[in-house]
C-alpha cells in the first residue's frame, strides 16, 4: 500500500490509500478519514469517504491548500496503527433475481454490452467460470458483502463480497453506459456489487431488483423517518432470492409502512475475517436468525 | 407573495447557493451553475446573497405575477420583456401586480437567472431550495418548475430599483480558457497525451447539464501502460472507485472529457485527469454546445489568483450595489 496525496483543484485534497481495492486499504482510508475529522482542522468544509481513497473539501480562503495537505499527510502514522474493527450491522436485502424489469432494460441496450447474444446474468456466469446462471447466482448471494462506498447518486451503496480473492466475481461494466436503469436495480461491475438508489444511468451489468426503498427523500417510508439514505459504509448485507410473490409482498408493504428491515448488530474484524473467512461470515449471518 | 408559472421554459430549476455537507452520500452541493450570477441578481434586489431563484437555461420561462415584486434578471444575454415591453438585465425592475414577465431568444451564454425581492420560498430541503431532480430533493416536489404552479415569494424589505455598472462583469473572451489544475489521476496519461490535451482545441458537446459538461473534438488519450489494479476493471480509463471532486475532469474510455459541475456524482470508476479551477467554474455554466474551448494549464498560485479576482470583483459590486 503507498498513500497517494493529489489537489482537485484548488478546493479538494484527494487521498488515494491503495491503487488496488482491499479491505486492509478500505480500513486504512477509514481510519485516517477519522484522524482528519478529529483534527477538526479549520477550513475543512466536508470528508468524502471511497472504496480505497478519501476526499477533504476545504475553503481555500481560510486555509492554504499547501498547509491542508501537510496537515493530512500528518496524521498518516495514526491510520496505520488504527483499529480494523467495526461496530456495525448486517441487513438482509431481498432480491428478485432475473425479473421482468431489469430484463426488459438490459434487452433495450443490448448494443452497448459485451455480449448482446447472452443475458448479463449469462454473461456473468461464464466469464466467472459457472456452468449455469442458477449456481452464479447462488454464489453471489451465499455469502455476505461489506459496503465500502456510499455515492455516486443519492445513497447508492458499494459492495465489497466477503470472499476469498479468487472467489470474488468480476465482470466488466457495460461498453458503454445505458441511459436508463432500473430504480433499485441490482447489479455488478468490477469487483463491486451496487443498489441503484434511484432510476437513472448506469453500467453496471444487472442481476435482479430489491423492493427496499434505500433512498427517499419524502422521509414516508418507516425506517427512513429519520434519514432519507439507508446505507452507509461499513454495513454488511446478506442477499436473500425472493419470488415474483414474495417481492410484490415486501414492496405492498414498504408502501404501507409495515416492512421492517431485518438488521443484526455486529462487529466486523478484519482480522479474525482475514484467519478464518468461512467462521467470520457464518457468525455475521448467525447474527441475523431469531431477527 | 407569489407569481404563477404560465410557461415553464426549456428547464427552469429554483436554485440558491446549494447544500454542501452531503457528497459523502451522493447528494451533491448542487445551487446555481454560474454562483457569480445569481449573487449579483440577489444583490440587485436587495436580497441576501443566498436566496433563491430561477435558473433558465437556453429559454426563459412565462411568469405572471400576483404582487408588485422586484426583479432582477443576470447571467446569459437574452431580451426581458414586462407586458412586453423591454426591460435592462443586470438592473431590478418593479413588475406590477397582475403583469407578465417573459424573455425573447438567447444572444449569448447559456443560463439566465431571475431574483425576486424576498427570495423564492419554497421549503428548503437539507438546508437548501436548490433542485436536484435525479433526488427528488428542493424545488417544487424535487422537479423543475412547470405550467401552473404558483411559487411562493418572502416579504421583500425593500423596493429599490439598482442597476450594476456593466464595466463591472468580467470581459468574455473568444475561444473561452478554462484553467486547469492537473493533478489526480493526470500520472495515468503520457506525457505525449498531456501536453495534447492543452493543445487541442475542444468543443461543447450536446450533452452538457448541471451534472457535467462533454467536450469533444480533441485527440483521445494515450495512458501509460499498466497492469489493471485489482477491482478497477480491465479499461485503462478505469480506477477503483473514487471519490470525484467538483470541476473534475474525467474521461471515459480516453475519448471525450466530461467536467462535473454543480450536480455532480460523488465518485465513480473512472480516472480524473484534473479540476478546472474554482473561479472558472461559474464561466462553465454559460457554455453553449459547439462553444470552442482551450483548457490552459495552471499552478495552484495561478488558481489561487484567479479565486482571489473574482473575489475582489464581488467586492467591487457588492460595495457599488451596497
Request: glycine residues 10%; charged residues 25%.
Given at each position: 500500500?503507498?498513500?497517494r496525496?493529489?489537489?482537485?483543484?484548488?478546493?479538494?485534497?484527494?487521498?488515494?490509500?491503495?491503487?488496488?481495492?482491499s479491505?486492509?486499504?478500505?480500513?486504512?482510508?477509514l481510519?485516517?478519514r477519522?484522524a482528519?475529522?478529529e483534527?477538526n482542522?479549520?477550513?475543512v468544509?466536508?470528508?468524502c469517504p471511497?472504496?480505497?481513497s478519501?476526499e477533504?473539501?476545504f475553503?481555500?480562503?481560510?486555509?492554504?491548500p499547501?498547509?491542508?495537505?501537510?496537515?493530512i499527510?500528518?496524521l498518516?502514522?495514526?491510520?496505520?496503527?488504527g483499529?480494523?474493527?467495526?461496530?456495525?450491522?448486517?441487513?438482509?436485502?431481498?432480491?428478485y433475481?432475473?425479473?421482468?424489469?431489469?430484463?426488459?432494460?438490459l434487452m433495450r441496450f443490448r448494443e452497448?454490452?459485451?455480449?448482446?447474444?447472452?443475458?448479463?446474468?449469462?454473461y456473468a456466469?461464464?466469464i466467472n467460470g459457472?456452468?449455469?446462471v442458477?449456481?452464479f447466482?447462488?454464489?453471489f448471494h451465499?455469502?455476505?458483502?461489506?459496503v465500502?462506498?456510499?455515492?455516486?447518486v443519492?445513497?447508492?451503496p458499494f459492495?465489497?463480497?466477503?470472499?476469498?480473492r479468487e472467489?470474488?466475481i468480476e465482470?466488466?461494466k457495460y461498453?458503454?453506459?445505458?441511459?436508463?436503469t432500473?430504480?433499485?436495480?441490482?447489479?455488478?461491475?468490477g469487483?463491486f456489487g451496487?443498489?441503484?438508489?434511484?432510476?437513472?444511468?448506469?453500467?453496471?451489468?444487472?442481476?435482479?431488483?430489491t423492493?427496499?426503498?434505500?433512498?427517499?427523500?419524502?422521509q414516508?417510508v418507516?425506517?427512513?423517518?429519520?434519514?432519507?439514505?439507508f446505507f452507509?459504509p461499513g454495513d454488511i448485507v446478506?442477499?436473500?432470492?425472493?419470488?415474483r410473490?414474495e417481492?410484490d409482498r415486501i414492496?405492498a408493504?414498504?408502501?404501507?409502512g409495515?416492512?421492517?428491515?431485518?438488521?443484526?448488530?455486529?462487529?466486523?474484524?478484519?482480522?479474525a475475517?482475514n484467519?478464518d473467512m468461512?467462521?467470520?461470515?457464518?457468525?455475521?449471518?448467525?447474527?441475523l436468525?431469531?431477527v | 407573495?407569489?407569481f404563477?408559472?404560465?410557461?415553464?421554459g426549456l428547464?427552469?430549476?429554483?436554485q440558491?447557493?446549494g447544500r454542501?455537507?452531503?457528497?459523502?452520500?451522493?447528494?451533491?452541493?448542487g445551487g446555481?451553475m454560474?454562483?457569480?450570477a445569481?449573487?449579483v441578481a440577489?444583490m440587485?434586489?436587495?436580497n441576501?446573497?443566498a436566496?433563491?431563484?430561477?435558473?433558465?437555461v437556453?429559454m426563459?420561462?412565462?411568469?405572471?405575477f400576483?404582487?408588485?415584486?422586484l426583479?432582477?434578471v443576470t447571467g446569459?444575454?437574452?431580451?426581458?420583456?414586462?407586458d412586453g415591453?423591454?426591460?435592462e438585465s443586470?438592473t431590478?425592475?418593479?413588475?406590477?401586480?397582475?403583469q407578465v414577465?417573459s424573455?425573447?431568444?438567447l444572444k449569448?451564454?447559456?443560463?439566465?437567472y431571475?431574483?425576486?425581492?424576498?427570495?423564492?420560498?419554497?421549503?428548503s430541503?437539507l438546508?437548501?431550495?436548490?433542485?436536484?431532480p435525479?433526488?427528488?430533493?428542493?424545488?417544487v416536489?424535487?422537479?423543475?418548475?412547470?405550467a401552473?404552479d404558483?411559487i411562493?415569494?418572502g416579504?421583500a424589505?425593500?423596493?429599490t430599483e439598482?442597476?450594476?455598472?456593466k464595466?463591472?462583469l468580467?470581459?468574455?473572451?473568444t475561444?473561452v480558457?478554462l484553467r486547469?489544475l492537473?493533478d489526480l489521476y493526470?500520472?495515468?496519461l503520457?506525457?505525449?497525451s498531456?501536453?495534447?490535451f492543452?493543445?487541442?482545441?475542444w468543443?461543447?458537446a450536446p450533452?452538457?447539464d448541471?451534472m457535467?459538461?462533454?467536450?469533444r473534438?480533441g485527440?483521445?488519450?494515450?495512458?501509460v501502460?499498466?497492469d489493471q489494479?485489482?477491482?478497477?476493471?480491465s479499461?485503462?480509463?478505469?480506477?477503483?472507485d473514487?471519490?470525484y471532486?467538483?470541476?473534475s475532469?474525467?474521461v471515459?474510455g480516453?475519448q471525450?472529457?466530461?467536467?462535473?459541475?454543480?450536480?455532480?456524482?460523488?465518485?465513480?470508476?473512472?480516472?480524473t485527469?484534473g479540476?478546472v479551477i474554482s473561479?472558472?467554474?461559474?464561466?462553465i455554466g454559460?457554455?453553449?454546445p459547439?462553444?470552442k474551448?482551450?483548457f490552459?494549464e495552471?499552478?495552484?498560485?495561478?488558481?489561487l489568483a484567479?479565486?482571489?479576482?473574482?473575489?475582489?470583483r464581488l467586492?467591487?459590486?457588492?460595495a457599488?450595489?451596497?
Amino acid at each position: 500500500m503507498k498513500t497517494r496525496y493529489s489537489f482537485g483543484g484548488d478546493e479538494h485534497v484527494y487521498v488515494e490509500v491503495d491503487e488496488e481495492m482491499s479491505l486492509e486499504a478500505f480500513f486504512v482510508a477509514l481510519s485516517l478519514r477519522n484522524a482528519v475529522a478529529e483534527a477538526n482542522i479549520p477550513g475543512v468544509t466536508e470528508i468524502c469517504p471511497a472504496n480505497a481513497s478519501f476526499e477533504v473539501r476545504f475553503n481555500p480562503d481560510v486555509i492554504s491548500p499547501d498547509e491542508m495537505m501537510a496537515r493530512i499527510k500528518e496524521l498518516e502514522h495514526k491510520a496505520e496503527a488504527g483499529e480494523k474493527r467495526l461496530d456495525t450491522r448486517i441487513i438482509e436485502i431481498p432480491v428478485y433475481f432475473q425479473d421482468p424489469w431489469t430484463h426488459e432494460t438490459l434487452m433495450r441496450f443490448r448494443e452497448r454490452h459485451q455480449d448482446p447474444e447472452a443475458t448479463d446474468l449469462e454473461y456473468a456466469a461464464r466469464i466467472n467460470g459457472y456452468d449455469s446462471v442458477e449456481a452464479f447466482i447462488e454464489a453471489f448471494h451465499g455469502q455476505p458483502w461489506f459496503v465500502s462506498m456510499v455515492g455516486f447518486v443519492a445513497g447508492l451503496p458499494f459492495l465489497y463480497q466477503l470472499v476469498e480473492r479468487e472467489k470474488q466475481i468480476e465482470v466488466p461494466k457495460y461498453l458503454r453506459p445505458r441511459t436508463d436503469t432500473p430504480k433499485h436495480t441490482v447489479g455488478i461491475g468490477g469487483c463491486f456489487g451496487c443498489i441503484y438508489s434511484v432510476r437513472g444511468a448506469g453500467g453496471y451489468q444487472m442481476f435482479g431488483i430489491t423492493p427496499m426503498t434505500i433512498f427517499d427523500p419524502t422521509q414516508t417510508v418507516s425506517y427512513l423517518q429519520d434519514f432519507m439514505v439507508f446505507f452507509k459504509p461499513g454495513d454488511i448485507v446478506k442477499w436473500k432470492p425472493i419470488d415474483r410473490a414474495e417481492f410484490d409482498r415486501i414492496e405492498a408493504a414498504v408502501k404501507d409502512g409495515s416492512y421492517t428491515p431485518r438488521i443484526a448488530q455486529v462487529t466486523f474484524d478484519l482480522e479474525a475475517f482475514n484467519a478464518d473467512m468461512a467462521s467470520t461470515n457464518a457468525k455475521l449471518m448467525e447474527a441475523l436468525n431469531g431477527v | 407573495m407569489a407569481f404563477k408559472v404560465v410557461k415553464p421554459g426549456l428547464s427552469t430549476t429554483i436554485q440558491d447557493l446549494g447544500r454542501p455537507g452531503y457528497f459523502h452520500l451522493g447528494i451533491p452541493e448542487g445551487g446555481a451553475m454560474d454562483r457569480f450570477a445569481m449573487r449579483v441578481a440577489n444583490m440587485l434586489v436587495g436580497n441576501d446573497e443566498a436566496e433563491a431563484g430561477l435558473e433558465a437555461v437556453f429559454m426563459g420561462p412565462e411568469l405572471s405575477f400576483e404582487d408588485d415584486t422586484l426583479v432582477a434578471v443576470t447571467g446569459g444575454e437574452m431580451p426581458i420583456l414586462v407586458d412586453g415591453e423591454p426591460r435592462e438585465s443586470w438592473t431590478s425592475f418593479v413588475v406590477k401586480a397582475g403583469q407578465v414577465l417573459s424573455f425573447g431568444f438567447l444572444k449569448s451564454g447559456a443560463r439566465i437567472y431571475i431574483a425576486f425581492g424576498g427570495g423564492i420560498a419554497t421549503p428548503s430541503a437539507l438546508g437548501s431550495r436548490s433542485t436536484y431532480p435525479i433526488g427528488a430533493l428542493g424545488g417544487v416536489e424535487g422537479r423543475a418548475i412547470a405550467a401552473g404552479d404558483v411559487i411562493p415569494v418572502g416579504k421583500a424589505t425593500d423596493m429599490t430599483e439598482r442597476s450594476l455598472d456593466k464595466a463591472l462583469l468580467a470581459p468574455v473572451e473568444t475561444p473561452v480558457s478554462l484553467r486547469v489544475l492537473p493533478d489526480l489521476y493526470w500520472h495515468r496519461l503520457t506525457p505525449a497525451s498531456q501536453a495534447q490535451f492543452f493543445a487541442d482545441e475542444w468543443t461543447v458537446a450536446p450533452e452538457a447539464d448541471r451534472m457535467g459538461y462533454r467536450f469533444r473534438g480533441g485527440a483521445p488519450m494515450e495512458f501509460v501502460a499498466r497492469d489493471q489494479p485489482f477491482g478497477a476493471g480491465s479499461d485503462p480509463s478505469n480506477i477503483v472507485d473514487g471519490c470525484y471532486s467538483y470541476g473534475s475532469i474525467q474521461v471515459p474510455g480516453g475519448q471525450e472529457p466530461i467536467v462535473l459541475h454543480r450536480d455532480a456524482v460523488s465518485g465513480g470508476g473512472y480516472f480524473t485527469l484534473g479540476a478546472v479551477i474554482s473561479a472558472d467554474m461559474d464561466l462553465i455554466g454559460q457554455l453553449q454546445p459547439n462553444t470552442k474551448v482551450r483548457f490552459v494549464e495552471v499552478t495552484m498560485e495561478q488558481a489561487l489568483a484567479a479565486r482571489t479576482a473574482r473575489r475582489e470583483r464581488l467586492d467591487k459590486i457588492r460595495a457599488a450595489l451596497g
